[in-house]
Structure formats: structure tokens, C-alpha cells
């Protein structure tokens, strides 16, 4: 597989401009005026393009995007208030779209046939909710999405505290990763048997906010509120910063205690997000890398951190980083109902019967790989694997049969992780997605408090695709 390599490119900072303005250039997204009353109003077109993936002397790659930019605009609001997105679909198959971590009502959810009919070519489908929780979240289609975000359909979704943090700047990155040939173009081989049954499709170029990054231009002693968004079909990233000690201060986009990474090195699943404090504690005109270590044997420098010649600062910012509380209902432990559900399939899982090789079938392309408590899912409408009573607590026990990591996905909640096999978490974190690891078992609780039928799945899209994937109900008390 080739790998475009950063000798090929120049020297110039494309992160240097990035944030809600450089998103929005030349995209045609418009902004409404502040003063208006009602919905803010947002437009989003789906439809092939092209984007400047990788640097000349490689041309452009053919993408299917929103708004004609990779990723697509950011949506930018305040929390508490309304949110309307007229999504028009100009591919030439349906999509629809899923506003990933967000708690909306069900009939907004995004996923197709189970809540919504997917939207047709040509058609618009309006969806419309409240910005409930601050934090950092994304959108994408839900429909085929292992081809549909692979091909470059995601976007940055972020809602403001009422009081944010004191930073000197906020940066988000979305962090995504394509199979690209010597060409450039994309690789046609979505959904293949090797993709569906391992890792999930792994591949070749990291993008940052849909380019190739060289560096990232900073100040000595600059706060930096950095929002990390991984966009990737299947790649984790284990992001180490060279000499500097960023802060967690939210995981998927919910407020966590403030603390370092552990090992100083920041993993993110598939769809997870992180937002992170750094003080850029370094010299002027210094430079450090940002690497990513994930992958034994495969780390690569993802960019330069390089110091401006003047500092802005002498000594780092003192102010308060810890973020302020979303109305998340606490789950009560004492009348928590529990219930077990395992993940299972794959190759190299041991045992012919569960793993992948006794389930391929001749012209079975990637289904029925992967399986949820013993079913895997065709598509999105099935009986609930979980039907859970309104506004009642409970405790998923969740076990990883198999040789992969799962980044796991429940739609319209958040959920507190409260142990990993066995040990309590350090800090109970409120998730959306909790990667698990090869074998692990992990305790997460919610109050299942938004009623309907809700996606419970991996975020390993060639996953997804594969079975791992179910319907969690939640009945109405109503
Ligand atoms: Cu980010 Cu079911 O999706
Ligand atoms: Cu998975």
C-alpha cells in the first residue's frame, strides 16, 4: 500500500488557519443573524466532489462531502438553544444524517428505515432539535455509512458553554483517515471480507481537518482549548504531545474531571471525542512533534507544534479548566437493573463456530461477520435486543468476545463508564462511545431516559456493517 509520505509536501502551515471561519470559506454555509428569534438555521448538501486531500504535486481527490468541503461546516451553537438543519441529497444513492452524541428525539435520530425513511436523491429532509449538552460532537450519514463518512461525509457539530473556559484560542481538529491510491483517488474497496472481519478499514493518509498536516503554529505560553474529533472509519489514534502535558477536560463532549491522559498518550476510538487543555510551555521558535502510537510498530508523526519567534506569555495561564456540568440525569446504583451483552465474531476470535470463517458464505459480501448477544444485524430495523423502561436506571455489562477493539456506540444517551473488567474508572466518565479492548469487559450506566428505539452498535463502520449492531428500546412511561 502506498503511504504519501510528508517529504512530498511543503513546508507551509495549513493548520495555521483553522476554527469556525477557515471552515466556513468558500463552503456556501451561511450563518443566521444572532438576533433572530426561533431555530438557528443551517443548510447542509450532500454530494460528490472534489477536495486537496494530499499536496501538490498529487491532485485533487474525488470526495462525496457536505457543502463541498471536507470535513463539511462546522455547526456552531449555543447551548439550550434550537437547531434546525435542512439536509438536501444530491448523491446519487439515499443518505441520511446522524448527529452523533447528541440526545434529540428519536424521530431525529438519523438512522435510516428505523426512524426515518432515508432521504432520496434530490430530496430535502429537515431535522430540527435542541442543543441540550455543551460540548464537542459530529455529524454523518447513517445510510451505508462505511462508504458514505469514508468518502468524506462528517462534519464538526459544537455547542458553546453558556461560560466557557478562559482559553487564548479553541482549535478543532477532525482527525480522519483514507485509503488512498498513488493517484490520490480513493480506493474502491469498501466493505471487503479482510476490511469487515479485522480491523476495520485501516488506511494510508491522516488527514486534519481534511488536509495532509505539516505543522501547527503556536505562541509560547498560549492556552489552547483543542476539540479532537476522529472522523475515522476504523483507525484509534494514541496521540502523544512531544514536551507538553495537555489536559482532558471532556470526553465525548461531556465534562470530565481534568486530568492527563494516561501514559501522556490520548486514545480515541472511532467517533470519540476529547476536548484537551494545552499550555504551550515551550521556547519561541522551538518545535515538537505530535505523534500518533497507536499502532505498535506503526507510530508516524501526525505534525510539527512549532513555536512562533515572540511569546505571547511569560508563564502559562492561570484560570480554572475544569467545564461546567451538562443536565445529564445521574443513573442510581440501587435500583440499577442489569443486563449482559456480549460482542462476538470476527477472525482470529478462536472457535470456528463463533468466529467469521464458520459464517463466510459464498457471495455473502461483509454481513453476519459480527454479532451482538448471538445476532447479527441486516440492516437497521430489527426487534430489540434490550427493551428498557423509561426513566428507570440501568447497568450494561458489556464483554468483548472477541481478538479486536469495539469503539461502542449507544444512540440518544450518554453513559457512565463505571468499570473495566472488574476495577473502577478513575473518573466514571460520562461517554457516548467506550472503546473496548481485545477480551475486556467494561460496566457502563445510564437512566434510559429518551424514549424510542435507539442504535446500540460499533463504531468500526466495516463493523456496523458486519452485525455488530442492535436496537435498544426504550419503552415510553407515557
Ligand atoms: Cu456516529 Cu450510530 O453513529
Ligand atoms: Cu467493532
Keep these: 500500500m502506498h503511504r504519501f509520505t510528508k517529504a512530498v509536501s511543503s513546508r507551509r502551515a495549513f493548520l495555521a488557519s483553522t476554527g469556525a471561519a477557515a471552515l466556513l470559506a468558500g463552503t456556501g454555509f451561511t450563518l443566521p443573524a444572532s438576533a433572530q428569534a426561533g431555530p438557528r438555521e443551517f443548510r447542509l448538501r450532500a454530494a460528490s466532489g472534489k477536495a486537496r486531500l494530499v499536496p501538490a504535486p498529487y491532485p485533487d481527490t474525488a470526495v462525496w462531502s457536505f457543502n463541498d468541503s471536507v470535513p463539511g461546516p462546522e455547526i456552531r451553537v449555543r447551548q439550550g438553544e434550537r437547531v434546525r438543519v435542512l439536509v438536501e441529497n444530491a448523491l446519487a444513492e439515499e443518505t441520511t444524517v446522524h448527529w452523533h452524541g447528541l440526545r434529540v428525539t428519536n424521530a431525529m435520530d438519523g438512522v435510516p428505515h428505523l426512524t426515518q425513511r432515508p432521504i432520496a436523491p434530490g430530496e430535502t429532509f429537515t431535522y430540527e432539535f435542541d442543543?441540550?449538552?455543551?460540548?464537542?460532537?459530529?455529524?454523518?450519514?447513517?445510510?451505508?455509512?462505511?462508504?458514505?463518512?469514508?468518502?468524506?461525509?462528517?462534519?464538526?457539530?459544537?455547542?458553546?458553554?453558556?461560560?466557557?473556559?478562559?482559553?487564548?484560542?479553541?482549535?478543532?481538529?477532525?482527525?480522519?483517515?483514507?485509503?488512498?491510491?498513488?493517484?490520490?483517488?480513493?480506493?474502491?474497496?469498501?466493505?471487503?471480507?479482510?476490511?469487515?472481519?479485522?480491523?476495520?478499514?485501516?488506511?494510508?493518509?491522516?488527514?486534519?481537518?481534511?488536509?495532509?498536516?505539516?505543522?501547527?503554529?503556536?505562541?509560547?505560553?498560549?492556552?489552547?482549548?483543542?476539540?479532537?474529533i476522529n472522523a475515522a472509519n476504523a483507525r484509534i489514534f494514541g496521540l502523544e504531545f512531544a514536551g507538553h502535558r495537555p489536559q482532558i477536560v471532556a470526553l465525548d463532549g461531556q465534562p470530565v474531571e481534568p486530568h492527563a491522559p494516561d501514559g501522556n498518550r490520548l486514545v480515541l476510538g472511532p467517533a470519540m471525542r476529547a476536548d484537551v487543555i494545552i499550555d504551550m510551555t515551550g521556547d519561541p521558535g522551538t518545535r515538537f512533534q505530535v505523534t500518533d502510537a497507536f499502532?505498535?510498530?506503526?507510530?508516524?508523526?501526525?505534525?510539527?507544534?512549532?513555536?512562533?519567534?515572540?511569546?505571547?506569555?511569560?508563564?502559562?495561564?492561570?484560570?480554572?479548566?475544569?467545564?461546567?456540568?451538562?443536565?445529564?440525569?445521574?443513573?442510581?446504583?440501587?435500583?440499577?437493573?442489569?443486563?449482559?451483552?456480549?460482542?462476538?465474531?470476527?477472525?482470529?476470535?478462536?472457535?470456528?463456530?463463533?468466529?467469521?470463517?464458520?459464517?463466510?458464505?459464498?457471495?455473502?459480501?461483509?454481513?453476519?461477520?459480527?454479532?451482538?448477544?448471538?445476532?447479527?444485524?441486516?440492516?437497521?430495523?430489527?426487534?430489540?435486543?434490550?427493551?428498557?423502561?423509561?426513566?428507570?436506571?440501568?447497568?450494561?455489562?458489556?464483554?468483548?468476545?472477541?481478538?479486536?477493539?469495539?469503539?461502542?456506540?449507544?444512540?440518544?444517551?450518554?453513559?457512565?463508564?463505571?468499570?473495566?473488567?472488574?476495577?473502577?474508572?478513575?473518573?466514571?466518565?460520562?461517554?457516548?462511545?467506550?472503546?473496548?479492548?481485545?477480551?475486556?469487559?467494561?460496566?457502563?450506566?445510564?437512566?434510559?431516559?429518551?424514549?424510542?428505539?435507539?442504535?446500540?452498535?460499533?463504531?468500526?463502520?466495516?463493523?456496523?456493517?458486519?452485525?455488530?449492531?442492535?436496537?435498544?428500546?426504550?419503552?415510553?412511561?407515557?
Design 131 to 228: 442543543a441540550l449538552d455543551a460540548g464537542t460532537f459530529w455529524y454523518h450519514p447513517h445510510q451505508r455509512g462505511f462508504e458514505q463518512v469514508g468518502r468524506g461525509l462528517y462534519g464538526p457539530l459544537i455547542i458553546e458553554e453558556a461560560e466557557p473556559v478562559e482559553v487564548d484560542r479553541e482549535v478543532t481538529w477532525v482527525l480522519d483517515d483514507w485509503r488512498l491510491l498513488k493517484d490520490a483517488s480513493i480506493s474502491n474497496d469498501f466493505g471487503n471480507m479482510m476490511d469487515t472481519g479485522m480491523a476495520g478499514r485501516i488506511g494510508n493518509t491522516v488527514t486534519v481537518n481534511g488536509r495532509v498536516p505539516e505543522t501547527f503554529v503556536v505562541r509560547s505560553g498560549e492556552r489552547i482549548r483543542l476539540r479532537l
Design 295 to 478: 499502532y505498535q510498530r506503526l507510530e508516524y508523526r501526525l505534525l510539527d507544534l512549532v513555536y512562533a519567534d515572540t511569546a505571547l506569555r511569560d508563564r502559562p495561564m492561570d484560570a480554572p479548566i475544569a467545564l461546567p456540568a451538562n443536565p445529564l440525569t445521574e443513573p442510581d446504583p440501587a435500583v440499577s437493573e442489569r443486563h449482559a451483552v456480549r460482542f462476538g465474531g470476527g477472525m482470529m476470535g478462536g472457535g470456528m463456530g463463533g468466529g467469521m470463517m464458520g459464517r463466510m458464505m459464498p457471495g455473502m459480501r461483509h454481513e453476519g461477520v459480527w454479532d451482538i448477544n448471538g445476532v447479527a444485524a441486516r440492516g437497521h430495523v430489527m426487534d430489540p435486543m434490550l427493551t428498557l423502561t423509561q426513566d428507570r436506571s440501568y447497568i450494561l455489562e458489556l464483554t468483548n468476545d472477541t481478538a479486536w477493539h469495539h469503539p461502542i456506540h449507544l444512540h440518544g444517551h450518554s453513559f457512565r463508564v463505571l468499570t473495566r473488567n472488574g476495577a473502577p474508572t478513575r473518573f466514571r466518565e460520562w461517554q457516548d462511545t467506550v472503546l473496548m479492548r481485545p477480551r475486556e469487559r467494561v460496566e457502563i450506566a445510564f437512566v434510559a431516559d429518551n424514549p424510542g428505539d435507539w442504535m446500540f452498535h460499533c463504531h468500526i463502520l466495516e463493523h456496523q456493517a458486519g452485525g455488530m449492531m442492535g436496537v435498544i428500546r426504550v419503552a415510553s412511561s407515557a
